[in-house]
């Protein structure tokens, strides 16, 4: 059997995109590693063993890959990654109230409730929960 053990996701500052995926959005750090010259290993994951084998890597966003691909996401309106809420409408009002600017409120999307919003560092993340 193959599953995801770790996906990532070009950021603008890792430190600063470590910092609003633990303090705002409630993600664990699972590793904090300087490899350095300035370049730290970092992946977060759902807290409290949720999910305890997937990771997600906080990735340098920088270098001519990353800067176009990631850029044309957010230009374009493109989440870059889902995740899975129990309760959208709940999560809607928590991280507004923290200060997150969302860019489409909680609406229905086929067979989700989905809303979208801006991580502070370059990236649109959708928030996803699904219809009963």
Not at 68 to 80: D, F, M, R
Not at 106 to 119: C, H, M, S, T
């Amino acid at each position: 059997m193959i599953k995801v053990a770790m996906t990532g996701v070009y950021v603008d500052d890792v430190a600063r995109a470590h910092a609003f995926y633990t303090d705002v959005l409630g993600f664990e750090t699972r590793l904090h590693r300087n490899l350095g010259d300035d370049a730290p290993f970092v992946t977060v994951g759902a807290p409290q063993g949720a999910q305890p084998d997937l990771q997600l890597l906080l990735e340098p966003g920088q270098g001519p890959i990353a800067e176009p691909y990631h850029e044309a996401l957010y230009a374009a309106g493109i989440p870059c990654i889902v995740f899975s809420v129990d309760d959208l409408r709940a999560e809607y009002a928590r991280l507004s109230g923290l200060g997150v600017r969302f860019t489409h409120p909680p609406r229905e999307q086929g067979p989700v409730l989905a809303a979208v919003f801006d991580d502070t560092v370059g990236n649109l993340v959708q928030l996803v929960q699904a219809n009963e």
